[in-house]
């Protein structure tokens, strides 16, 4: 608290960013953990903003109906404020500045985030996902890979797991010449493996090579991996760097493989730019975004200026290479970057995506997640600027993995079992710093900090919410869920992710994607039927109490309703009705348009999946709405195949 010079503000405006006319009054809270705007109006509407949210606090220069004060977030909402006094704005600003930059870990919200839950609940949660269970159910071989002890306590490498999947006839000299040849000392280890070709996917560092350096240990470390394929007489080794960069690094005594020491060995560059270049990108992305109503020649020419989605489909391309050699050519693949715990992440986890559907279910992504990302070391604390540190550091590489999925799911929209929100909440928790699992560095940093003991797990939070996750059109028995995806990446196929960037779209109550919408068709459509099948019953019964009535006349026959001849006063349901505004498991009400009121009897749960194999079917819906994100507080669909 002695970080806060001014606790309480009144008459603060909130602005309106649609419409900057517009402003709401009310009080400015600050607390230890977050600012809170308190409406003077009788609702008292509460907006909670988490202090790790915040990215920047700008105060402009003082008008003469106050002083203005900017929050832009790292999730890329902004939230404008007016602010009666100066001093009072110089004063919450410079409170901000400090409570959203600490110096060390234990400030951070998870450590004196609380919820109701006990001690045994606690330590349960932390053990909801087992990446020991998750390999196992790769069906990986015993008498090819197995868990090697030489990482254990972290003796080999320290941002590595303790344990290692390495090939079973690499013995531990090689394990550790590897290990000493290659960058931070991240020796080639088992990231997946597929059941249907024995291929695998592996990942490491870049070897420390220089221009003529060769280490016979590390040679055989990769003869092993092409060798537990037995089916294939050779392996790729993909540099996620553009070659240029690797070249460069070999006067600093690092580089790439050599293939003419590297046996039955074939070198492929992608060309992902490196974590400077992204973090420029991105905040280029931002600003067009941020562009209040802009022109379409400026909106496109800062699309292409920022150079975003050039950067989304080489991490796409790198990912597509890699599913072709391991599910058609039946290849065992080395991924490697510099270090490996950023463009190697992006490449293998988009890699898994596309070939396992398991991955593409809500639990499956949370697996993913934690084995490619938290448990090989990728620096989320460094990245996500959790601490006040480098700013060089800073980088959006899980940003650019999310959107690699949201721009399979906008292609497949039938494969996956998660929506657009999930993709988004989770953006959010790797920034809010609210859980413990996207803290620090590495699994030996999160150990040596307690997390387990001290923070709460995000997964089961998640897991228990999953019914706000739920894409509609997902169906488990799809061709598109079953098989190995196939996406294009010509330059046309890619999309603005309007959800993510767009501030002035996710500041909006009314905010809906697709998703969203076809939701809310769903459950009309079951409440109806509900409704239908409740007149059906009365209806029945009407007619059974007239049966003595008629003195043995002759009765009319009386046809019940059914599926197929179903009558229905239309007049009683214009509108759909949803929860009030700022519930978070259900989307705001909005009413459905007369051709679709009329429809809606006649299209049944996998009839909205059917219908969404057609790519124009969805490209129609993003015209009603857009996507939105939960708050912090407490395409061509034919080109999918299947083995």
């Known amino acids: 608290m002695e970080n806060i010079r001014t606790p309480k503000v009144e008459n603060v405006r909130l602005i309106d960013r649609l419409t900057p006319r517009k402003s709401t009054v009310g009080t400015l809270y600050l607390s230890s953990t977050h600012t809170i705007f308190v409406e003077n109006s009788d609702t008292r509407k509460e907006t909670w903003l988490l202090h790790s949210l915040i990215n920047t606090v700008d105060r402009p220069p003082a008008t003469p109906t106050g002083s203005p004060l900017i929050l832009r977030c790292k999730n890329f909402q902004v939230f404008q404020f007016l602010l009666p006094l100066e001093r009072e704005c110089v004063d919450v600003q410079e409170s901000l500045t400090h409570l959203s930059r600490p110096e060390r870990y234990g400030e951070l919200f998870c450590f004196s985030y609380l919820p109701s839950v006990g001690k045994e609940e606690r330590e349960k949660a932390w053990s909801f996902l087992d990446l020991r269970a998750e390999f196992n159910r790769m069906g990986i071989p015993s008498n090819l890979w197995h868990i090697t002890p030489a990482n254990h306590e972290y003796r080999v490498c320290d941002t590595y797991p303790s344990e290692l999947f ?3 006839s690499a013995s531990p000299a090689v394990i550790v010449g590897s290990a000493k040849f290659r960058s931070r000392g991240r020796l080639p280890v088992l990231s997946y493996f597929h059941r249907d070709t024995s291929a695998a996917v592996c990942r490491s560092s870049q070897p420390l090579s ?6 016979p240990e590390d040679e055989q470390m990769l003869q092993a991996i092409r060798k537990s394929n037995p089916a294939s007489e050779y392996m790729y080794v993909v540099d996620t760097r553009p070659k240029l960069n690797a070249v460069a690094n070999r006067a600093a005594g ?6 003419d020491h590297y046996m039955n060995m074939r070198l492929q560059f992608i060309g992902i730019e490196n974590i400077h270049v992204m ?13 209040r109503s802009p022109s379409m020649g400026d909106f496109l020419w800062g699309l292409e200026n920022s150079g975003w989605l050039k950067h989304i489909k080489a991490v796409l391309d790198a990912g597509v290479f890699i599913a072709k050699a391991v599910a058609e050519e039946g290849v065992s693949v080395l991924v490697h970057c510099s270090d490996g715990w950023d463009r190697t992440a992006q490449a293998c986890s988009v890699a898994s995506v596309l070939l396992d559907p398991y991955y593409r279910t809500i639990k499956g992504f949370m697996v993913l997640i934690e084995k490619d990302w938290v448990s090989f070391g990728h620096k989320f604390s460094h990245r996500y600027a959790h601490l006040d540190g480098d700013p060089k550091e800073v980088s959006p590489v899980m940003d ?3 959107e690699c999925v949201w721009q399979l799911m906008e292609q497949f929209p039938c494969a996956f079992e998660f929506n657009e929100r999930f993709l988004l909440q989770l953006h959010t928790h790797v920034h809010s710093c609210q859980y413990g699992n996207f803290i620090s560095n590495s699994q030996r940093e999160r150990r040596d900090l307690r997390l387990r003991e001290r923070t709460h797990s995000v997964w089961p939070c998640l897991w228990e919410n999953r019914s706000e996750f739920i894409n509609p059109l997902y169906r488990s028995d799809h061709g598109q869920t079953q098989g190995v995806l196939r996406p294009l990446t010509t330059p046309y196929c890619f999309k603005f992710w309007k959800g993510m960037y767009s501030s002035l779209e996710r500041g909006r109550a009314s905010y809906q994607s697709s998703s969203d919408w076809l939701t809310a068709v769903k459950e009309e459509s079951q409440q109806l039927e509900e409704e239908l099948n409740t007149h059906q019953e009365r209806l029945t019964l009407l007619v059974q109490a007239r049966k003595p009535q008629t003195n043995g006349a002759t009765e009319r026959p009386y046809h019940t309703l059914t599926k197929g001849n179903q009558i229905s006063n239309h007049q009683d349901h214009d509108t759909c009705t949803s929860p009030a505004p700022g519930t978070e498991k259900h989307t705001p009400s909005f009413t459905l348009p007369l051709k679709s009121q009329m429809m809606v009897h006649n299209i049944d749960a996998d009839d909205l999946s059917v219908c969404s194999d057609l790519e124009s079917g969805v490209a129609d819906l993003s015209s009603h709405a857009s996507s939105s994100c939960d708050d912090a507080k407490d395409g061509h669909l034919d ?4 083995a």
Do not use: C, H, I, M
């Open 254 to 259: 690092k580089g790439y493989e050599n293939e």
């Open 210 to 215: 220089g221009f003529s350096t060769r280490s």
């Open 400 to 402: 650019q993995f999310l």
């Open 639 to 642: 080109e999918a195949a299947y």
């Open 166 to 168: 390495v090939p079973k």
């Open 279 to 291: 973090r420029s990108s991105q905040q280029k992305l931002v600003d067009v975004g941020d562009l």
